[in-house]
């Protein structure tokens, strides 16, 4: 018996994340790392828990083992609940057959009962890698002050980047009059943040219709939305002016690593009253070492700094050896900076070594292109690797680019 709720989340995270190059190679993206001690699934999850909803469906697919390891029973983001919880959901085989998600909107049809459990009124549709924290709670309020059948959250984007989204057009009551999933031409400014609250009844039916449809491609932006405009369905966008970014991109997920940084950051992950909960490894302490300087940066429990870390995020268990320089970069968890090396303008996987007196990254920030190092490579002594959004593989020997 599952006790009835009056939402339940759907969250989207079996992405592949190809954009992303090695940082995705064995892992799924809503599992990467990010801002030292979180990783980019926290912020949804976190969304969910200080929302006041407790019932999270987490759907699954590419490269699932180190996320589903990590969201576990749930237990950090107070998701361990008898008859609620987190539930991981991978796509399996049923009475009725089975496949691997073919869309967003096939991978909700695909689970619907799950949701028939807990009899909710209303279903919220997320993705899982987005930085961002909202309260789900105001969205779903405004869904039932207008008596929406579909609310989608929505940002104002500039109108040079309006044509990657899918772009609302509205009336002077937000109601959606006209929607188009990356427009070659936009009409409006209002980009959709993939952040849809339905009512569960109406999901429900047009997910079969759309299940039901051999031309469709069983995507929410590209066909569920659009049929529901066309059918008159309320639909209403819900304005959205808090901090957000997609981190599908190296470039992007650099850049918010970065606005994590400063006196007064763009993107504040210490905010008291809307904690981001993680799963978080014991480690002792950070040490700086006699010679260790550490400036305008983040470091996480278990560092050990004894060179140089400017303007960069250090995950735990990094240690940076004597007379190494860390710049401008992303250092995830149990990597070694040796002696001498320069890393700038970089993001490094876990667990890699940077040999002795190697040059990583750019020196020149006025490309700012970014070089990435995969999980556990060894990169050898005195290398020097410069280019920008390619990636050093381990095995490879990292001669000169």
Request: proline residues 4%.
């Amino acid at each position: 018996m599952y006790k009835k709720t009056s939402c339940v989340a759907m969250l989207l995270a079996g992405g592949q994340g190809s954009r992303l190059y090695e940082l995705t190679e064995h892992t799924a993206k809503p599992a990467v790392s990010f801002g030292g001690k979180y990783r980019i699934i926290d912020f949804p999850l976190s969304n969910c828990v200080n929302s006041g909803i407790y019932t999270v469906g987490v759907l699954t697919q590419y490269q699932p083992l180190v996320l589903n390891e990590y969201i576990g029973n749930g237990q950090p983001w107070d998701l361990d609940r008898m008859q609620s919880g987190v539930t991981v959901l991978p796509p399996y085989q049923g009475k009725r057959g089975g496949d691997f998600y073919r869309g967003t909107a096939n991978a909700i049809y695909q689970n619907l009962d799950f949701i028939r459990r807990y009899h909710p009124k209303h279903v919220l549709v997320l993705s899982g890698d987005h930085i961002y924290k909202m309260d789900y709670s105001r969205m779903i309020r405004r869904h039932r002050e207008t008596g929406a059948d579909c609310t989608i959250a929505v940002l104002e984007v500039p109108l040079s980047q309006a044509s990657r989204f899918g772009i609302m057009t509205t009336d002077e009551n937000m109601r959606i009059t006209e929607f188009e999933e990356k427009p070659k031409k936009p009409k409006s400014t209002l980009a959709s943040m993939g952040i849809y609250v339905f009512s569960a009844d109406v999901l429900e039916r047009y997910l079969e219709a759309d299940n039901e449809d051999k031309r469709s491609s069983k995507d929410f932006g590209k066909n569920v939305i659009p049929a529901m405009l066309a059918d008159g369905m309320r639909m209403f966008a819900y304005p959205f002016s808090g901090y957000w970014k997609d981190v599908g991109t190296i470039e992007s997920l650099w850049s918010a690593n970065m606005d994590l940084l400063g006196p007064i950051p763009v993107f504040d992950i210490h905010d008291r009253d809307w904690r981001i909960f993680s799963r978080s490894k014991a480690r002792p302490p950070h040490y700086t070492g006699p010679n260790g300087t550490i400036r305008n940066s983040l470091v996480t429990e278990g560092c050990e700094i004894c060179g140089t870390v400017e303007n960069s995020v250090l995950s735990d268990g990094v240690i940076i050896e004597s007379g190494a320089v860390v710049k401008n970069s992303v250092i995830m968890s149990d990597t070694r900076i040796c002696a001498g090396a320069v890393v700038n303008y970089s993001i490094i996987d876990s667990g890699a070594v940077i040999g002795d007196c190697a040059e990583i990254g750019l020196s020149d920030d006025k490309k700012r292109e970014i070089t990435v190092v995969g999980c556990g490579t060894e990169v050898p002594a005195g290398t020097k690797y410069f280019t920008g959004m390619e990636t050093v593989e381990a095995g490879e020997k990292g001669e000169q680019k």
